[in-house]
C-alpha cells in the first residue's frame, strides 16, 4: 500500500507526510481520512482564512454522498446525522401558481456547522490546521512532503502554477448570480421564476438549519444561526438582465435588498443577508490532468458542476473519499493517484454533463415560460436528465399523473405511445427507426437484406421507420453500397419494400430519405474504412467549394456552377416522384452531416462569392430551391422533413443563432417538421458526447420556432424518450443503434411499461412474446468504499 515510503537501510518505511491546500469540506475531509486510515501519518492543513470565515451558507449532500461517509468515518457522519435537515419536496412558481412534486429526499446543513465538524474531527485525529496561514506553492511542499493535496478551490493557484500540466480549460458562462440566506427554514427546495421589467429572474432557495424549539413565531431574528431557521437563497439571472436591472452598480447591501423586495412573497416580506457576497458568473473548470508528480487536484481546484444540482461539496467529498481510498489500496502513490484520477473522472465528466444541462436551462427559461406550468415545472424537474420520467413517477406518481394527463396521455399510456399527426399522416406512437446508411446495396438497388431489415423494424412496432440516405444520383454516393432512387429499378425495389410494411406492418409508417454525398462521396464502406477514397474506380465529387473534406486524403470536389445547380436539383425532383410511386408515407430532405446540401448551409464548408454564399440567408438559398422544387413533386397530402446539423461542433461553424434561422426557413417553406441532429461536417469537430447530448439543439428549436420536431443523438432508453417528450423538448424521437441492438425495440418497451395498446400493437405471430420473460435473481453489489484505520 502507498501509505508509507520507503526510507534507505533496513528501517521500516517511514509514514507519509502529507500537504493539504485549503481548508474547505474536501481539504478537511480528506486529511481526515488520510489520518484516521494511518495515525502515524503527518498531515497538516493551511488554510489562510480563519476557523469562523466562510462563504456560502447552506450545502446539500446525497444520500449516495452520505453512505460512502458512513462507511469510511461513522463520527463524522453521527455528527453530520444530528444536524442535517431533510425534506423531500420541490416547490416550482410559475407565474403566481405554485406546483409541489415529493419524494425527493435532500439533506442540508450549514457550510459552517460542516467546517465546525470537520475541524473538530481532525483536532481529534490529531490533524495540524494551520488557519490564516498562506500556503507555501505546492513545487515547496511537495521537496519536503510525499503528497500534496491542492484543494484550493475554482480559483487554485497550484492549478494556475503547474497549467502546462494540468492544461486546465475554464469556461464562464452567461448568468450572473449572488449567494444570499433568509433567517427563516423554506418547507421545500423551492423554485422562483420573478418575470420583470428587465427580464427573467429566479430564485433557488432551500433550507439549512431548523427552527429552535423555543422559537416564537412573531420574532424575526438575524444573524448566521437564527433561531427560526435559515435558509440559503441564490438568485441568479442574464447577465444582460443583470445589467438593464443596475445590479452591476450596487453595493452587496443594495443588492441584497433589492432581491429581497423581487422576491417578497417567497419571503414572506423578510430580509435577506450576505456574507460578502458579491455577484458572480459560473465558471465550469476542467483539467486534462489531475495530478503532477507528487501533487493531486481535488474538489472545485479540478472540476466544478453548477449549483443548480448541488454537486459542489458532493463532488469535493467524495473526491475525499476515493483519494483516501485509492492511497490505502494501491502500492506506489504514483499508482494511487492514476488510479484515484481513473476513478472520479468519469463520474465527475457524467455530473459535469447533467450539470451543463441544468445550467443551459437556467440560462435560457424564458424560451419555456409559456409551457403549460405542470409541464413547466416537469421540464424544469427533467432538465438536468438526472431525473426522468420513470424516476419521477416512483417519487410523486400523483404530480407525474396529472403532467401525463395535460399532456394527453389516456390512462395506462405512457408519452411514447401516443399518437402524433404530420399532414394527413398519423403516426401511431413517437418512435422513429433513425436512417442508418448500411452499405450493402448493389448499383444502387436495395436488396432482400434492406426488405428484412425495414421490415423487421417495422415489426417491431416503431410508428416511423426510416430509410438510409437515398442517393438521388450515382455521383451522389457515399460508398459503392449505398442505396439510390436514380432508375426505375431502384425504384421497383423500393415499392416491394413499401408492399411488405404495408401489408405486414399495418399502421408503421415507412419514410424516405434523399440525399446527396457532396464532397463526402467515393469512400470505402464505413467497416472498410471510413472516409477512406476508394483504392479503384473512384468518381468525381461536387460541393459548394471546392475543399476536400480532408486535405491530402479525400478528392478535391468541384465547386457547382449553375448548370451543375440546375442538374442537381433536377436529381432531388426525379427521384422525389419515383419515392411517391413507392408508397413512402413521408419524404425526409438530408440537409445535416456535411453531405451536399449540408455543405451549403455551413460557413465551414460554403466560402462562396456569389447568391449562394456569404451570410445565412445566401447560404441557405439552394438548398431552399432543393426543398421547393422537391415539396412541388411530393404529394401534398403526405409530409415532408428536413434533417439538419444545428451545430457543426467546431469554432466558426454553425451557430445556434444560424440553426435557428435555417429551420425558420425550412418551416416558412413548408417543412411539416425539423429533424435535428448535429456534427459530422467537419473532421475537426469536438462533440460534447454524453446521453441525449444532441437534444437541446431539437429543444432550442422546438421552443423557439415553434415547429415540430424530431429529437436524435444517443437517446438510448425509452425513459428518455418519455422524458423527453412529457417535457416539450421534442415531438418525436428517432432512434438508431438502440434498433440495430433490438429491432424490436419498441414493443420490448411497451411491454417493460406494461403498456398493451393501439400505441404498440405486436403482430398476431409474435404476440405470444408480448411479456417479459422472467429473469435470474442478481444481488445489489457491496458499498464500494469501506475504510478500516491501522491499529
Given at each position: 500500500?502507498?501509505?508509507?515510503?520507503?526510507?534507505?537501510?533496513?528501517?521500516?518505511?517511514?509514514?507519509?507526510?502529507?500537504?493539504?491546500?485549503?481548508?474547505?469540506?474536501?481539504?478537511?475531509?480528506?486529511?481526515?481520512?488520510?489520518?484516521?486510515?494511518?495515525?502515524?501519518?503527518?498531515?497538516?492543513?493551511?488554510?489562510?482564512?480563519?476557523?469562523?470565515?466562510?462563504?456560502?451558507?447552506?450545502?446539500?449532500?446525497?444520500?449516495?454522498?452520505?453512505?460512502?461517509?458512513?462507511?469510511?468515518?461513522?463520527?463524522?457522519?453521527?455528527?453530520?446525522?444530528?444536524?442535517?435537515?431533510?425534506?423531500?419536496?420541490?416547490?416550482?412558481?410559475?407565474?403566481?401558481?405554485?406546483?409541489?412534486?415529493?419524494?425527493?429526499?435532500?439533506?442540508?446543513?450549514?457550510?459552517?456547522?460542516?467546517?465546525?465538524?470537520?475541524?473538530?474531527?481532525?483536532?481529534?485525529?490529531?490533524?495540524?490546521?494551520?488557519?490564516?496561514?498562506?500556503?507555501?506553492?505546492?513545487?515547496?511542499?511537495?521537496?519536503?512532503?510525499?503528497?500534496?493535496?491542492?484543494?484550493?478551490?475554482?480559483?487554485?493557484?497550484?492549478?494556475?502554477?503547474?497549467?502546462?500540466?494540468?492544461?486546465?480549460?475554464?469556461?464562464?458562462?452567461?448568468?450572473?448570480?449572488?449567494?444570499?440566506?433568509?433567517?427563516?427554514?423554506?418547507?421545500?427546495?423551492?423554485?422562483?421564476?420573478?418575470?420583470?421589467?428587465?427580464?427573467?429572474?429566479?430564485?433557488?432557495?432551500?433550507?439549512?438549519?431548523?427552527?429552535?424549539?423555543?422559537?416564537?413565531?412573531?420574532?424575526?431574528?438575524?444573524?448566521?444561526?437564527?433561531?427560526?431557521?435559515?435558509?440559503?437563497?441564490?438568485?441568479?439571472?442574464?447577465?444582460?438582465?443583470?445589467?438593464?436591472?443596475?445590479?452591476?452598480e450596487m453595493d452587496e447591501r443594495e443588492s441584497t435588498e433589492r432581491c429581497a423586495k423581487i422576491f417578497a412573497e417567497t419571503l414572506g416580506g423578510r430580509p435577506l443577508r450576505g456574507n460578502k457576497s458579491a455577484w458572480t458568473a459560473f465558471r465550469?473548470?476542467?483539467?486534462?490532468?489531475?495530478?503532477?508528480?507528487?501533487?493531486?487536484?481535488?474538489?472545485?481546484?479540478?472540476?466544478?458542476?453548477?449549483?443548480?444540482?448541488?454537486?459542489?461539496?458532493?463532488?469535493?467529498?467524495?473526491?475525499?473519499?476515493?483519494?483516501?481510498?485509492?492511497?490505502?489500496?494501491?502500492?506506489?502513490?504514483?499508482?494511487?493517484?492514476?488510479?484515484?484520477?481513473?476513478?472520479?473522472?468519469?463520474?465527475?465528466?457524467?455530473?459535469?454533463?447533467?450539470?451543463?444541462?441544468?445550467?443551459?436551462?437556467?440560462?435560457?427559461?424564458?424560451?419555456?415560460?409559456?409551457?403549460?406550468?405542470?409541464?413547466?415545472?416537469?421540464?424544469?424537474?427533467?432538465?438536468?436528465?438526472?431525473?426522468?420520467?420513470?424516476?419521477?413517477?416512483?417519487?410523486?406518481?400523483?404530480?407525474?399523473?396529472?403532467?401525463?394527463?395535460?399532456?394527453?396521455?389516456?390512462?395506462?399510456?405512457p408519452p411514447m405511445f401516443t399518437p402524433f399527426r404530420l399532414r394527413e399522416l398519423t403516426l401511431r406512437n413517437r418512435v422513429v427507426v433513425s436512417p442508418m446508411d448500411m452499405y450493402v446495396a448493389e448499383d444502387g438497388v436495395p436488396g432482400d437484406?434492406?426488405?428484412?431489415?425495414?421490415?423487421?423494424?417495422?415489426?417491431?412496432?416503431?410508428?416511423?421507420?426510416?430509410?438510409?440516405?437515398?442517393?438521388?444520383?450515382?455521383?451522389?454516393?457515399?460508398?459503392?453500397?449505398?442505396?439510390?432512387?436514380?432508375?426505375?429499378?431502384?425504384?421497383?425495389?423500393?415499392?416491394?419494400?413499401?408492399?411488405?410494411?404495408?401489408?405486414?406492418?399495418?399502421?408503421?409508417?415507412?419514410?424516405?430519405?434523399?440525399?446527396?454525398?457532396?464532397?463526402?462521396?467515393?469512400?470505402?464502406?464505413?467497416?472498410?474504412?471510413?472516409?477512406?477514397?476508394?483504392?479503384?474506380?473512384?468518381?468525381?465529387?461536387?460541393?459548394?467549394?471546392?475543399?476536400?473534406?480532408?486535405?491530402?486524403?479525400?478528392?478535391?470536389?468541384?465547386?457547382?456552377?449553375?448548370?451543375?445547380?440546375?442538374?442537381?436539383?433536377?436529381?432531388?425532383?426525379?427521384?422525389?416522384?419515383?419515392?411517391?410511386?413507392?408508397?413512402?408515407?413521408?419524404?425526409?430532405?438530408?440537409?445535416?452531416?456535411?453531405?451536399?446540401?449540408?455543405?451549403?448551409?455551413?460557413?465551414?464548408?460554403?466560402?462562396?462569392?456569389?447568391?449562394?454564399?456569404?451570410?445565412?440567408?445566401?447560404?441557405?438559398?439552394?438548398?431552399?430551391?432543393?426543398?421547393?422544387?422537391?415539396?412541388?413533386?411530393?404529394?401534398?397530402?403526405?409530409?415532408?422533413?428536413?434533417?439538419?446539423?444545428?451545430?457543426?461542433?467546431?469554432?466558426?461553424?454553425?451557430?445556434?443563432?444560424?440553426?435557428?434561422?435555417?429551420?425558420?426557413?425550412?418551416?416558412?417553406?413548408?417543412?411539416?417538421?425539423?429533424?435535428?441532429?448535429?456534427?459530422?461536417?467537419?473532421?475537426?469537430?469536438?462533440?460534447?458526447?454524453?446521453?441525449?447530448?444532441?437534444?437541446?439543439?431539437?429543444?432550442?428549436?422546438?421552443?423557439?420556432?415553434?415547429?415540430?420536431?424530431?429529437?436524435?443523438?444517443?437517446?438510448?432508453?425509452?425513459?428518455?424518450?418519455?422524458?423527453?417528450?412529457?417535457?416539450?423538448?421534442?415531438?418525436?424521437?428517432?432512434?438508431?443503434?438502440?434498433?440495430?441492438?433490438?429491432?424490436?425495440?419498441?414493443?420490448?418497451?411497451?411491454?417493460?411499461?406494461?403498456?398493451?395498446?393501439?400505441?404498440?400493437?405486436?403482430?398476431?405471430?409474435?404476440?405470444?412474446?408480448?411479456?417479459?420473460?422472467?429473469?435470474?435473481?442478481?444481488?445489489?453489489?457491496?458499498?464500494?468504499?469501506?475504510?478500516?484505520?491501522?491499529?
Amino acid at each position: 500500500m502507498a501509505g508509507a515510503v520507503a526510507v534507505s537501510g533496513p528501517e521500516a518505511p517511514r509514514p507519509l507526510r502529507i500537504a493539504v491546500v485549503g481548508g474547505g469540506p474536501g481539504g478537511l475531509y480528506a486529511a481526515a481520512l488520510l489520518k484516521r486510515l494511518d495515525p502515524a501519518r503527518e498531515v497538516t492543513v493551511w488554510e489562510r482564512n480563519a476557523p469562523d470565515d466562510t462563504f456560502g451558507f447552506g450545502v446539500v449532500l446525497s444520500d449516495e454522498t452520505l453512505g460512502g461517509i458512513e462507511h469510511a468515518d461513522p463520527e463524522v457522519y453521527r455528527a453530520l446525522g444530528e444536524e442535517f435537515v431533510r425534506w423531500d419536496d420541490i416547490q416550482i412558481v410559475h407565474r403566481g401558481r405554485t406546483l409541489t412534486s415529493s419524494g425527493h429526499g435532500f439533506a442540508a446543513l450549514g457550510r459552517r456547522r460542516l467546517l465546525e465538524i470537520l475541524h473538530a474531527r481532525c483536532a481529534a485525529l490529531g490533524v495540524r490546521l494551520r488557519f490564516r496561514t498562506e500556503a507555501p506553492p505546492a513545487a515547496e511542499l511537495a521537496a519536503d512532503h510525499d503528497l500534496v493535496v491542492a484543494a484550493d478551490g475554482v480559483h487554485s493557484r497550484t492549478r494556475e502554477d503547474h497549467a502546462d500540466v494540468f492544461r486546465p480549460r475554464i469556461t464562464a458562462h452567461r448568468c450572473r448570480y449572488i449567494w444570499l440566506a433568509a433567517d427563516f427554514a423554506l418547507d421545500a427546495f423551492r423554485f422562483e421564476i420573478a418575470e420583470t421589467e428587465h427580464g427573467v429572474m429566479q430564485l433557488h432557495g432551500y433550507p439549512y438549519s431548523r427552527p429552535s424549539p423555543d422559537h416564537h413565531p412573531s420574532i424575526l431574528p438575524s444573524g448566521p444561526q437564527s433561531s427560526s431557521g435559515s435558509s440559503t437563497v441564490i438568485v441568479e439571472m442574464r447577465e444582460e438582465v443583470w445589467r438593464a436591472a443596475g445590479f452591476h452598480e450596487m453595493d452587496e447591501r443594495e443588492s441584497t435588498e433589492r432581491c429581497a423586495k423581487i422576491f417578497a412573497e417567497t419571503l414572506g416580506g423578510r430580509p435577506l443577508r450576505g456574507n460578502k457576497s458579491a455577484w458572480t458568473a459560473f465558471r465550469t473548470v476542467v483539467n486534462e490532468r489531475w495530478s503532477h508528480g507528487r501533487t493531486v487536484l481535488l474538489g472545485d481546484a479540478a472540476h466544478t458542476a453548477h449549483f443548480s444540482i448541488g454537486s459542489g461539496t458532493k463532488l469535493a467529498v467524495e473526491d475525499a473519499l476515493a483519494l483516501a481510498a485509492c492511497v490505502e489500496e494501491q502500492p506506489t502513490l504514483d499508482e494511487a493517484l492514476a488510479a484515484y484520477e481513473a476513478e472520479r473522472r468519469p463520474v465527475v465528466e457524467s455530473t459535469q454533463r447533467a450539470a451543463a444541462a441544468s445550467l443551459r436551462w437556467f440560462e435560457e427559461p424564458a424560451r419555456y415560460l409559456d409551457q403549460p406550468p405542470r409541464q413547466f415545472a416537469f421540464n424544469l424537474l427533467t432538465r438536468s436528465r438526472r431525473v426522468t420520467h420513470a424516476n419521477l413517477r416512483l417519487r410523486d406518481p400523483h404530480f407525474t399523473d396529472t403532467v401525463e394527463r395535460d399532456f394527453g396521455c389516456p390512462p395506462g399510456t405512457p408519452p411514447m405511445f401516443t399518437p402524433f399527426r404530420l399532414r394527413e399522416l398519423t403516426l401511431r406512437n413517437r418512435v422513429v427507426v433513425s436512417p442508418m446508411d448500411m452499405y450493402v446495396a448493389e448499383d444502387g438497388v436495395p436488396g432482400d437484406f434492406h426488405l428484412v431489415h425495414l421490415g423487421g423494424r417495422a415489426l417491431g412496432g416503431a410508428g416511423l421507420v426510416m430509410t438510409e440516405m437515398v442517393c438521388v444520383s450515382p455521383e451522389g454516393r457515399i460508398t459503392p453500397g449505398c442505396t439510390g432512387l436514380w432508375t426505375d429499378e431502384q425504384g421497383a425495389a423500393w415499392t416491394r419494400i413499401a408492399d411488405f410494411v404495408r401489408a405486414q406492418a399495418p399502421g408503421a409508417a415507412l419514410g424516405v430519405q434523399l440525399g446527396h454525398s457532396g464532397r463526402k462521396g467515393s469512400t470505402q464502406r464505413m467497416w472498410e474504412g471510413i472516409d477512406q477514397p476508394l483504392p479503384a474506380g473512384n468518381w468525381p465529387l461536387s460541393a459548394a467549394s471546392p475543399l476536400p473534406y480532408r486535405p491530402g486524403v479525400n478528392q478535391t470536389p468541384h465547386a457547382l456552377d449553375r448548370a451543375g445547380l440546375a442538374a442537381v436539383r433536377e436529381d432531388f425532383t426525379a427521384a422525389a416522384r419515383r419515392a411517391a410511386r413507392c408508397g413512402f408515407d413521408l419524404l425526409e430532405l438530408h440537409c445535416a452531416h456535411g453531405y451536399l446540401l449540408s455543405g451549403f448551409l455551413s460557413p465551414l464548408t460554403n466560402h462562396r462569392a456569389d447568391a449562394y454564399g456569404g451570410p445565412v440567408e445566401n447560404r441557405l438559398r439552394f438548398p431552399l430551391e432543393v426543398f421547393d422544387a422537391v415539396r412541388e413533386v411530393w404529394p401534398a397530402d403526405r409530409p415532408m422533413t428536413v434533417r439538419i446539423s444545428a451545430t457543426d461542433w467546431a469554432e466558426g461553424g454553425t451557430s445556434p443563432e444560424d440553426a435557428l434561422t435555417i429551420a425558420r426557413a425550412f418551416a416558412a417553406h413548408g417543412a411539416d417538421a425539423i429533424d435535428v441532429s448535429t456534427g459530422q461536417v467537419v473532421p475537426e469537430e469536438r462533440p460534447e458526447y454524453g446521453r441525449s447530448y444532441q437534444t437541446p439543439y431539437a429543444d432550442l428549436i422546438r421552443n423557439t420556432v415553434g415547429v415540430p420536431v424530431i429529437a436524435v443523438g444517443a437517446i438510448s432508453s425509452w425513459d428518455d424518450v418519455n422524458s423527453l417528450l412529457l417535457a416539450g423538448r421534442a415531438d418525436l424521437c428517432a432512434l438508431a443503434r438502440p434498433h440495430l441492438y433490438d429491432p424490436h425495440w419498441t414493443l420490448h418497451a411497451a411491454a417493460e411499461q406494461d403498456y398493451a395498446g393501439p400505441g404498440a400493437p405486436w403482430p398476431d405471430p409474435y404476440k405470444a412474446g408480448s411479456r417479459r420473460p422472467p429473469t435470474g435473481r442478481t444481488d445489489a453489489p457491496k458499498p464500494r468504499l469501506s475504510l478500516t484505520p491501522r491499529p
